[in-house]
């Protein structure tokens, strides 16, 4: 899908992973999703190597990133998204079973775009994942190339 808008979906949770995925081919957005199932993959997946070896920096569209993660966590890879020239503006959406002030103040201090509670029914937590996908990628205007 060269040229195609690229969703990066971050969680540790398997089946939250697979819900999501479900949704969003159920949606048919125009868009390569890939995944990364903890926080070291997600940054590790952002620089791909190109057919010279080269490393070539990675631009997602948007990112839909878990708070929650062992090692590595959301807030620890917001900080370094921000901070890289590639990542600092693209739209990042912090997804978390927590809806605590304390948590969502720190999201928003470090960056991120949105904040998006998972739904206790995990099904419908897929279906939100989607929804919101489908905010930034259809709706949502870009910078040009920035996603």
């Known amino acids: 899908m060269k040229g195609a808008r690229v969703l990066m979906l971050v969680d540790d949770s398997r089946d939250d992973l697979a819900l999501a995925l479900r949704a969003l081919r159920r949606l048919a957005l125009k868009?390569?999703?890939?995944?990364?199932?903890?926080?070291?993959?997600?940054?590790a997946a952002l620089h791909v190597r190109g057919s010279?070896?080269?490393?070539?920096?990675?631009?997602?569209?948007v990112i839909f990133l878990d708070v929650r993660m062992p090692d590595v966590d959301g807030f620890e890879?917001?900080?370094?998204?921000?901070?890289?020239?590639?990542?600092?503006?693209?739209?990042?959406?912090?997804?978390s079973t927590s809806s605590s002030p304390d948590?969502?103040?720190?999201?928003?201090?470090?960056?991120?775009?949105s904040y998006l509670v998972k739904?206790?029914?995990?099904?419908?937590?897929?279906?939100?994942?989607?929804?919101?996908?489908?905010?930034?990628?259809?709706l949502n205007n870009f910078l040009p190339n920035a996603g």
Request: glycine share 6%; net charge negative.
């Open 119 to 138: 739904r206790a029914d995990s099904l419908d937590s897929g279906s939100q994942i989607a929804d919101a996908a489908r905010y930034w990628i259809e």
């Open 31 to 43: 868009v390569e999703v890939r995944t990364a199932s903890d926080g070291r993959e997600a940054l």
């Open 52 to 61: 010279d070896g080269a490393s070539e920096p990675v631009t997602p569209s």
């Open 77 to 95: 890879v917001l900080r370094a998204l921000r901070r890289a020239p590639h990542t600092r503006v693209t739209p990042v959406v912090m997804i």
């Open 103 to 113: 948590d969502l103040r720190r999201a928003y201090e470090l960056g991120a775009n």
